[in-house]
Each structure stands twice: as structure tokens, then as C-alpha cells.
């Protein structure tokens, strides 16, 4: 059996936003540190991503000694994601969920709604938040982060190596937002695991990840196609949902890092 290895760690800070490569990173109870504590939300609200707001994928991000900073084309603004500047309390609404989050002061909305030619609130969702994961799939009462539904989502190199070698034109990793990358192993062995680790934190696989419109964007030119999912769905279809990628939540808190190596139990 060949060695599995992790070989990509990604955070998405501001969820439906550029995501960011990291070499390790801290595995908290909602999802990796920094991963989807933001979002910005409409009138309503209700959070913006990318299946509405495809143009979303155009803002990009980094980060550097918790200092976000992201860009949109010459455009630029920063966020101290370690004492980020909290104003209101607020009330959001993420999919079945309303959740209680925090206004942040500054000139944030103004910036994003003259971007995005549509009127926006940035908000923040602290860590005591309560958002539990769906009860049916829960392993310890886990909470998660404002990611669609579970702390982390893990998908292996040969598994888009597989769509790949299917699809007229390749598509990156980018396409589904996963936390972790691995290599080694079959397509899509990870719809199987249950319990596993990676180094030394202890992951459980809990549910395959149904995928919605998001992949069909480009993450380049904010544009969107009828691929992947027009062949993801001739056979990756169950009970009319499209499944890539499996959804995780953590046993344990120790820190990750590209080049470990992933232990099936």
C-alpha cells in the first residue's frame, strides 16, 4: 500500500474568498486556525458566496503573522485577524443556521460593496460562538466554523487526477475549497475512512461532501462553466447529490503539517 502524505494545508479566512496555502497549521475544534472566521453577509444578512457572487473568487488572500491582507486587482485592505477590530453583535444566517457574530468597525463594508457592485457587511465569528455540526454526524458535540456545514474537508491528489483524466480541461484543487490535500492511495479512498490521523492529530470521517455550483467557477477570472460537475455527476452522482471530497471533524488539537504522513485506523 502506498504511503499516504499530506501535501496541502489551505485556509479560506473570509469564506467564498481566495484561499491561502500554509506549510503547517493549528487544528482548532471549528476548523484549522483563521479558516472561515469571517464571511460577508447581504441586506438581509444571509451569507454571499460564490454560487451567487461568482466574482467573489477574484479577491484574493495572504496572510503573515496573523495579518490578512486581501487584494482585488490593484485594490487592497488589511485585517489584524488576531484583534480584529469587533463592533455590534449581529444576527447571520448561513444555509439552516443563524448564528450570533460581530460588525467589525473600519471601512471594510464600504470597501466590499463598492468591489463586489453590491451592498455587504463583513463579519466575524468568534470562537465561543455556538454552531453545532449537524447531530446525525456528530462524533463529540462539535462545533464548526461559517464553513457550509463541517470543520474540515480532506481530498486526495488521485481523486482529481481521476475527474482530470476524464474532463476535455483540467481543473486545479482550487475548484473545492478543501483544508487537506494528500498523496498516494486510490481515487477517492477517502469516501471510506473513518478514522484516521495525520501526524499526530486523530481525524474521523463523517460525511462525503455533496457539492454544489461552486466548482464550476473559475478561480482565476471569476467566471462560471458546466465543469466539473457536468461529468463529476455521469459518476459521482448518490440520490441526486455530486460527491468530491469527505468532511471531517477533529479528535485531537496538535498542529499540521505538509509532509506528514496520514495513518488509516
Known sequence: MAELKLTQIWI?????????SLSSA????????????LMLVDETGTAMTQRVFPKMALFKSSIDKGLLT???HQHSMKL????????????????????????????YNQ??????????????????NSRPVDPRYEVNHE???????????????????????????SVPMNRFRPNFVFAGGEPFEEDSWRNFSIGSTRFVGVK?????QLPTVNQDTGERGHEPLKTLSTYRKRENKVYFGQNLVALDYNPVRVGDTITIQ
Open 26 to 37: 493549528s487544528v482548532m475544534e471549528k476548523g484549522l486556525e483563521h479558516d472561515r472566521r
Open 143 to 169: 462545533q464548526v466554523s461559517l464553513a457550509d456545514a463541517y470543520p474540515f474537508l480532506i481530498i486526495g491528489q488521485s481523486t482529481l487526477d481521476d475527474l482530470n483524466s476524464r474532463l476535455t480541461e
Open 80 to 107: 489584524d485577524l488576531k484583534k480584529p477590530p469587533l463592533s455590534n453583535p449581529t444576527t447571520v444566517n448561513i444555509w439552516d443556521d443563524t448564528v450570533s457574530a460581530f460588525d467589525l468597525e473600519g471601512s
Open 208 to 212: 462525503m461532501c455533496a457539492r454544489c
Open 70 to 72: 486581501i487584494t482585488h
Open 111 to 128: 470597501w466590499f460593496s463598492e468591489l463586489l457592485e453590491s451592498p455587504c457587511r463583513l463579519v466575524y465569528f468568534p470562537e465561543e
Open 12 to 20: 479560506y479566512p473570509i469564506k467564498s474568498l481566495g484561499g491561502i
